[in-house]
């Protein structure tokens, strides 16, 4: 079983109510059993949303108190963010996965990079630095081919 972000699938649930879905993830499903989530819809954000970033850090930053997740209208979203990370880690522990294909880029689940002022920066996601902190394999969607 591999935890995956539910976007990468073509479920609607990114901030502008899209997806990403991503075809060679999208055929991965005939191999393995995939477990879709949205941390941010599990931390209690609708969707659409307002586009959020990390501000000053990474996702560890964020789970350590030392950097916040702000979004376009200036409100701090943290919470909902670590609330969602802390449910895909529920989620990875009740079903015994190991593995988790993530949304590069995102604030969430950036595995590489994150995006801040409209630029791509080297960083981490909330839910992808928790996962990984918890020894889970992280996995980029753009390293599945």
Do not use: W
Request: aromatic share 2%; hydrophobic share 40%.
């Amino acid at each position: 079983m591999i935890l995956i972000s539910a976007c990468l699938l073509g479920v609607c649930c990114r901030f502008d109510g899209k997806n990403s879905a991503h075809q060679d993830i999208q055929i991965l499903h005939t191999q393995e059993v995939l477990i879709p989530v949205c941390p941010e819809q599990l931390g209690g954000l609708p969707t659409p949303r307002s586009p959020a970033e990390i501000k000053k850090g990474n996702g560890m930053d964020v789970l350590l108190k030392r950097a916040r997740v702000i979004n376009a209208e200036g409100l701090d979203v943290s919470t909902q963010f670590i609330t969602g990370a802390e449910q895909a880690l529920f989620i990875v522990r009740a079903l015994g996965v190991d593995r988790a294909i993530l949304k590069e880029r995102s604030p969430s689940c950036g595995t590489h990079y994150i995006k801040r002022g409209g630029r791509t920066i080297e960083g981490i996601g909330v839910t992808a630095a928790l996962l990984k902190k918890h020894g889970i394999q992280i996995i980029s969607s753009e390293e599945v081919n």
